[in-house]
């Protein structure tokens, strides 16, 4: 079942609160997103564990519900 980006952004929401999420679909499909996210948490980290942050508040819905999500992760200016 194909996830909404208002979904995918409440779970990075949950676990960055400070987060700022854009969502950009990639297909029409529901499956297959774009997610910018900017967070002070990610200051100091690696892009790699930005990503990783990111997929940890997605859990097992990554891979499953959500099939594919490309990432730019950044740290507010």
Known sequence: MPMPAA???ALIK???PDATIE???LANDNDHWL???TSAEFAGKS???QHKMVFAALGERMGGELHAL???TSVPN
């Open 7 to 9: 979904d995918i952004a």
């Open 14 to 16: 949950a676990a960055l």
């Open 23 to 25: 969502m950009e679909a």
């Open 35 to 37: 997610a910018r996210v």
């Open 47 to 49: 892009r790699v564990q």
């Open 70 to 72: 490309q990432l730019h």
